[in-house]
């Protein structure tokens, strides 16, 4: 499949790898989406290099159908037969967060054998009439890290909440989000920078632009788990909230306060300087996040409240 073919079977992590074939992302959660129809065959991803313990979730018709794994430069995926919506998500791989950010994954092919056909069901990026991303921003809960296992080491992004409250709405989900990140000094990830991560998947790699009018964010949380003053956290989300605006024109935006009940009037002062933003106190939805993150079921908490709200 040729570069263009390429990405538009790609979600908006990913974009043009600027040092070879293919395309790149720097995050978990990132997918393919695709139509297909045939006999059955074979899905075959060839990478940039060897991954190590690297994970995928094969989501077929809107329910994960199996956990595929690679070691190597290629995964191959048996698909059934018949006409399948088919999202194919990242989990995980064995990298640092950091390291993750400065090269990224590359995937430089995708391939079908046998009698398939695939047709991309993600909008076209400069389609303004298609049916608009839902975008969600944060750190690691929003995107699906340890989630599962017995000491929560797996990533499950196909089963957090912005891509529950995606499936429930019919729209194409748009994920930026990276462990341990946040709008203070404080966050103890410093790279990617929240506002860095809105523009870029890499310091050199433009991140794509994207139609999308309701925007989730959920920052605060590493900021207030880390030390963060209320004046460094205020300053933070005022530089912040005006780069979302610049970022995402024309949206609205939900701001969710951090899970444990920090910042919240901090929220409520820098929002009012705006009318596109919606700040929405989750204390009372008594979501847990230490010692694990939040497993499966506070996941779908979440995005049931979340599908009340948007």
């Not at 790898?17 to 991803?45: K, R």
């Not at 092919?109 to 009698?115: E, L, N």
Request: hydrophobic share 40%; aromatic share 10%; glycine share 8%.
């Amino acid at each position: 499949m040729e570069e263009e073919s390429l990405l538009t079977l790609a979600s908006p992590e990913w974009s043009k790898n600027p040092d070879g074939d293919g395309v790149l992302c720097s995050q978990y959660g990132a997918y393919f989406a695709f139509h297909y129809e045939g006999q059955g065959g074979q899905l075959l991803l060839s990478f940039g290099q060897e991954y190590p313990d690297m994970r995928w979730t094969l989501n077929v018709d809107g329910s994960d159908q199996q956990t595929c794994s690679s070691d190597g430069e290629e995964l191959t995926i048996d698909l059934p037969a018949g006409q399948h919506d088919v999202e194919l998500v990242l989990d995980q791989w064995a990298t640092g967060q950091v390291a993750f950010w400065q090269s990224g994954l590359v995937v430089q092919s995708i391939r079908v054998t046998g009698a398939v056909q695939l047709t991309s069901t993600l909008p076209n990026d400069e389609d303004k009439e298609a049916t608009p991303y839902l975008t969600f921003v944060g750190d690691s809960i929003v995107a699906g890290e340890a989630m599962m296992g017995a000491s929560h080491d797996q990533h499950r992004p196909s089963q957090s909440f912005p891509a529950i409250v995606a499936r429930a709405k019919k729209q194409p989900l748009n994920r930026i989000a990276y462990g341990g990140t946040g709008l203070t000094t404080s966050a103890p990830f410093q790279e990617p920078k929240a506002i860095d991560a809105l523009w870029r998947v890499r310091d050199d790699v433009a991140r794509r632009r994207v139609h999308s009018q309701q925007v989730v964010v959920a920052y605060g949380l590493n900021d207030a788990n880390y030390g963060a003053s209320e004046e460094d956290f205020a300053f933070g989300l005022r530089v912040y909230l005006l780069e979302l605006v610049k970022r995402f024109h024309q949206a609205h935006f939900y701001l969710l306060t951090p899970w444990n009940g920090r910042f919240k009037d901090i929220f409520m002062a820098e929002a009012s300087r705006f009318d596109c933003f919606t700040v929405v106190d989750t204390s009372p939805w008594q979501i847990s996040t230490r010692p694990h993150h939040p497993g499966v079921a506070d996941h779908q908490k979440i995005a049931a409240k979340l599908e009340r709200i948007l």
